[in-house]
């Protein structure tokens, strides 16, 4: 009796041990300064962008923080400012890095690298292919939704050996493949209000008990070709303007949706958990920016349950 006593009070000091070790607790990847590219603040240690080739590229230093002075490295040289800097991208398909930082500081937390990926531009395509890729068309954004939609200026090419690349402090691009194909290269489309998006709700997810260290993938970016093979009929899904994702929690590792209010099953009760979270953050302030749809989806046997959300600019639930 007392040896099943003492072993239960280790067990238990063990988890609360676990619990408490700082280091082990949700981080959250902020840097101690933030910056803003195309109207986004970004507070992210790691970040990415699409950009086309030569396209100017510019990050402004958020105004709270100009009371410093930052350096940005492009190449082998280094800029210094306090409000921004302002260069060009590469011409040259591919993946690029810079770092911006706090002057003078040791601190890893004073300063954001950022991943610059130049992009294939659409009109490269050759009728529905990229390479061997198969995209499919467009359709034409009719004049009542051209506020809300706009065609990919261009595709991320994805090889193999790019697939551990952080895009932000919890979302490597191997989660961003399609399931079009296993075969490389891919091209995808991605906005970068997406990103911000997945980081900021799961950093809300935690803060409401609901531990994860990411999300798990149904589906982020669809080709139009892809979309239709599914049965899907819109010609205007969020997928395939690359703002969109299918997410579940899967702290197991097990590709299905947790058990996430405790009754001892994976079901439509657990995604509408996320469900109500994710029409939270829609209507914070802070997040207006990132707004868009909503809705929970239960499983059916191939895939477990999961909630969809984008950033189309408004926020709607289904």
Known sequence: MKKAIYTTIIILGFLLFFNSVPGLAFSNGHANFSIKYEG??????????FVLPGEEIKFEIAEENRDKTYQIELGEKVFESKNSFTWNAYQEVGHYRTLIKEKNS???DARIKINIFVICPRNNKNGQYLEDFRIGYYPDIPADKKEYYTKPKGFLKIEELMLGINLTPHFKLE????????????FIAIQESLLLKLEFFLEDINNAGYKADTFGIVSIYRTPYFNKKLGNNTDFSRHIFGDAADIFIDRNGNEWMDDLNGDGQSTIADSNILYNLAV???QKEKFAQLQGGVSSYKG????GPFIHIDTRGFHINW
């Open 40 to 49: 986004l603040k970004i507070p992210f240690k790691t970040f990415s962008i």
């Open 280 to 282: 939270e953050f829609d």
């Open 175 to 186: 989660q961003f493949l399609t399931n079009q194909t296993r075969q490389f290269p891919q």
């Open 106 to 108: 040791a601190d890893p």
């Open 300 to 303: 059916n046997g191939v895939r």
